[in-house]
């Protein structure tokens, strides 16, 4: 009898959202296990991969940051974490990811409706950012050869208006479960088959 491949997600809240929901897809052909908390921005999931990963020796990783990168402080109007620093964290954590062995999906951050989320939160997101820190990280897995699992495209594709919540940016229950299917399906593409 094979052992059950073991899934590790790493991602910040919208991904704790959309995690048990895949565990409850991939129930019997995987183990989805989360990162502890919420994996934050870049520099954070750079900081911690070392301790997520000790003890663990996932078949399959399913990564994404970037929602907090973008975050635009209200007192001096700069981002959490520039472009710039963002594409070397990215390299960092792909190169990192792939010294485990295991393999990997990076999956694109959902969208940000600026109207809804700007005017509920102490900071700004804007969509465009988004557009352009994707683009960013795109660049550099699929120079590493890695897959990737548009998530941002799917919530487009099935009405981001109606799968964000109020705060423009965490989804409707409707939303995980549309962003679950897609992550479950790309994680499916690389588990063996009985």
Known sequence: MTETP???????SISIGYTPRVADLL???????????????????????DSW?????????HFNCGLHDIKIAPHDRTRQVSLEQYRANIAAITGRLKASGA???WATSTP??????NAVKEYDRHNDDVNAY???AEEIVRLEGLPIDDLYGAAIAHGAEMLLSDDGVHMTAGGYTVLAEAVAASILA???RN
Request: proline content about 4%; cysteine-free; overall charge negative.
């Open 103 to 105: 393999d990997l999906i």
């Open 53 to 61: 990963l000790d003890g663990q020796s996932p078949a399959v990783i």
């Open 6 to 12: 073991e899934v590790l997600i790493i991602g910040d």
């Open 27 to 49: 129930a019997g052909a995987a183990k989805v296990t989360h990162n502890e908390g919420n994996a934050g921005d870049s520099v954070n999931v750079l900081a911690n991969l």
């Open 134 to 136: 994707n683009a960013a």
């Open 190 to 192: 690389f588990l063996p």
């Open 112 to 117: 940000v409706i600026d109207q809804r989320h």
